[in-house]
């Protein structure tokens, strides 16, 4: 039987309520179920066109996206999905062949969901990617899509993140 996505985020929630401790909980989960090479959460900066990576899962030397990492929005796979391409691909030069970040990264598998905070304001995506072709259930990519929404309720104004956003 499988767990939805209240069980697994009850599960991580158990070792912290913070959005940090969730948050590592749910990205080694979801690591281990989709077979990602990376899963990570990114906060967006739309003003400023950057994407930071906030918090990291990596299982793979040869695949590795390090935190605190910023990238140019612009450029990448995460803007194209939020504006309408799909959640997941198999094959991403092919449905994002506009992502320099995607080609630089050289990545082939990905899923990305945005992020939004309680009072429905954009804050990032929730996202996984690997260099080899990775097959995904949908079950899966529905409790990762649900992670992403419950991951939003968590985030909290403090801060870390009110100086980020430049608060």
Known sequence: MRRTSGELF???AAAGEDLETVARGLLARLAE????SSTYLAETQLKED???ILFSHNSSQLFHVPEGVTLPWSEAVC???VEGGP???KNVPKAFPKSSVARLLDIRTFVSYPVFTSDGKFFGTLCGASRGEVEIEREILD???ECAYLLGQRVRPGPTIDKR???
């Open 79 to 81: 803007r194209f999905v």
């Open 87 to 89: 959640n997941y691909s």
């Open 10 to 12: 009850a599960e991580v």
């Open 33 to 36: 179920l989709t077979g990602l």
């Open 165 to 167: 956003r430049g608060s």
């Open 50 to 52: 950057e994407q930071r």
């Open 143 to 145: 409790l990762m899509r």
